[in-house]
C-alpha cells in the first residue's frame, strides 16, 4: 500500500470506539501482536488501547499505514464467515469515516481510493447501500433467500435475476410442476383448470384478479428475469432500478403466501 496520509484525531476517535465494538479485548490483542503493533497505553478499555496504538504508530511514521493495516486485519472477511451481515454493519459504519479521507473498505476487505466527501450528509448518502433502502420496504425473505449472497457484495445486477428465479422455483415447489417462464405460470394459474388460485374463482371479479396475477407473473419473468440473462452486465443502470424490481418480487410473493393448491400434480 502506498503512504497514505494520517487521520485526523477526531477520525483516530471514531476509528477506535468502532473498533472497539467490534471484538472482545483478547481478539484485538492477537491482532495487535500479529502486526507487530506494541500496546503500551496502560489502558484496560479497548477503544483507549486502540486510540493509543493508532496515535503512536501514526506519530511515529507520519501515515496512517499501520492503522489500516490492523484495520484489514481486525476486520478480514474470514472472521465473519458465520456473520456476513455483522461484516456488512462493520464496514458501512467503518467507511462513515475513511471517507472523510477518500478511502473505503470494500466487501472483499481491501481499501481502495474513492472521491473525499466534506460533510456528515454525503458520508451518510455515500454509504447507504441497496441492504438499506430495502430495510424500509418489508422485503419478503423468499425474495432474500434467493439473492441474500449477491446483496452481501452488492452485486444488484445478479441479485435481481436471482431473486426472479427463485420466484419461479417457489411455484415449482408449490406445485410439483417443472416447467419455467411463461408456460410455467400458464399451467399453474390456467382460468379453467389452475393448480394455484389466489381466490375462490366465484366471481368475474376475483377471476379478473387471478388473471391479472398471472400476468404479472409472467411480466416479471419477461421483463426482468430474462434480459438479465442476456444483456452485459455493464448496461444495467443498477441500485435505484434492483430496489425496486426486488420490492415487486416481494409483493408477488406475499400474494403467493395467500394462494390456494386446487389441485395436487398437474403435470402437462
Known amino acids: 500500500m502506498t503512504t497514505v496520509r494520517p487521520f485526523t484525531n477526531a477520525q483516530i476517535e471514531r476509528l477506535a470506539r468502532l473498533l472497539g465494538e467490534c471484538g472482545t479485548g483478547s481478539e ?19 477503544w483507549r488501547r486502540l486510540y493509543w496504538v493508532f496515535q503512536h504508530y501514526q506519530n511515529e511514521y507520519k501515515c496512517a499505514n499501520h492503522v489500516l493495516d490492523f484495520i484489514r486485519a481486525f476486520l478480514a472477511t474470514v472472521r465473519f464467515v458465520d456473520q456476513p451481515q455483522k461484516f456488512e454493519e462493520h464496514r458501512q459504519e467503518l467507511n462513515k469515516i475513511l471517507l472523510f479521507s477518500g478511502l473505503e473498505y470494500g466487501p472483499d476487505g481491501q481499501f481502495r481510493q474513492v472521491n473525499m466527501v466534506t460533510t456528515l450528509d454525503e458520508a451518510e448518502e455515500r454509504v447507504e447501500t ?13 425474495v432474500l433467500k434467493y439473492c441474500r449472497a449477491e446483496l452481501m457484495q452488492d452485486n444488484y445486477f ?17 406445485t410439483g410442476v417443472q416447467l419455467d417462464g411463461a408456460a410455467l405460470i400458464d399451467h399453474v394459474f390456467a382460468i379453467d383448470r389452475p393448480l394455484l388460485a389466489l381466490n375462490s374463482l366465484r366471481t368475474e371479479s376475483e377471476k379478473s384478479e387471478h388473471k391479472g396475477f398471472a400476468l404479472l407473473l409472467k411480466g416479471c419473468f419477461g421483463a426482468i428475469r430474462n434480459p438479465r440473462a442476456h444483456e452485459p452486465k455493464i448496461l444495467w443502470k443498477g441500485e435505484d432500478d434492483a430496489v425496486d424490481y426486488l420490492t415487486l418480487l416481494s409483493l408477488l410473493h406475499r400474494k403467493l403466501d395467500d394462494a390456494v393448491l386446487v389441485r395436487e400434480g398437474g403435470q402437462p
Open 28 to 46: 484485538i490483542s492477537q491482532v495487535l501482536r500479529e502486526r507487530g503493533l506494541v500496546d503500551k497505553s496502560g489502558e484496560s478499555t479497548k
Open 130 to 142: 441497496i441492504r438499506a433502502k430495502l430495510k424500509g420496504r418489508s422485503v419478503h425473505p423468499k
Open 158 to 174: 445478479h441479485a435481481v435475476f436471482e431473486a426472479t428465479k427463485g420466484l419461479a422455483q417457489r411455484i415449482r415447489d408449490m
